[in-house]
């Protein structure tokens, strides 16, 4: 998994399809780390892939504010 990733977890909300890329960014950027470590045993991708599993979890937290704020203001989700 590439640290420097530029993903942004505490952005204002932006539109569901830009949301969702995101996600399928981050689970695409930890695959070749999943697999070093489960099919391998190779430890060290096992740290990467536990980082990456927290950012997945930051990532989700934010997203569901962001879900939760539109939902209690009663407005649109962006587009």
Request: charged share 30%; no cysteine; hydrophobic share 35%.
């Amino acid at each position: 998994m590439n640290t420097e990733d530029t993903t942004n977890t505490e952005a204002p909300a932006t539109s569901p399809i830009s949301r969702f890329e995101e996600l399928k960014a981050l689970v695409a950027s930890a695959e070749a780390d999943f697999l070093k470590f489960y099919n391998d045993g190779n430890k060290a991708a096992g740290t990467r892939v536990r980082a990456a599993m927290q950012e997945l979890k930051n990532f989700a937290q934010t997203v569901r504010n962001e879900v939760q704020t539109i939902k209690n203001d009663g407005s649109k989700a962006p587009d």
